[in-house]
Nanobody
Framework: QVQLVESGGDLVQPGGSLRLSCAAS????????MGWYRQAPGKQRELVAT???????NYVDSVKGRFTISRDNAKKTVYLQMNALKPEDTAVYYC???????????????WGQGTQVTVSS
């Protein structure tokens, strides 16, 4: 059974920081490209960041310089460190185990339940 469990979301003030975690089970974690997505109210789900098994990262422009994706293959966990948070970062954050097709990231079929991040004063 494949399971992805996100955690770490919270209510935080603008400029604050959070660290999200996604623990995976039921997969050979190290072979997957891991991605973080987010979905804000009324908006499409957006790919935020990806990291390959070897540690190569990519970010959507809006979070570059503020967010850092990382992974611990031994713990089968992917993280998203979020600094200098803005109200527009408010969303439910999801992780996914996927792959690259050429230069395009393709999400896998398994999603976690998501974790809520709210940035507000």
């Amino acid at each position: 059974q494949v399971q992805l469990v996100e955690s770490g979301g919270d209510l935080v003030q603008p400029g604050g920081s959070l660290r999200l975690s996604c623990a995976a089970s039921g997969i050979i974690f190290s072979i997957y490209v891991m991605g973080w997505y987010r979905q804000a109210p009324g908006k499409q789900r957006e790919l935020v960041a990806t990291i390959t098994s070897g540690g190569i990262t990519n970010y959507v422009d809006s979070v570059k310089g503020r967010f850092t994706i990382s992974r611990d293959n031994a713990k089968k966990t992917v993280y998203l460190q979020m600094n200098a948070l803005k109200p527009e970062d408010t969303a439910v954050y999801y992780c996914n185990a996927g792959y690259y097709s050429g230069t395009n990231y393709q999400a896998g079929s398994y999603w976690g339940q998501g974790t809520q991040v709210t940035v507000s004063s």
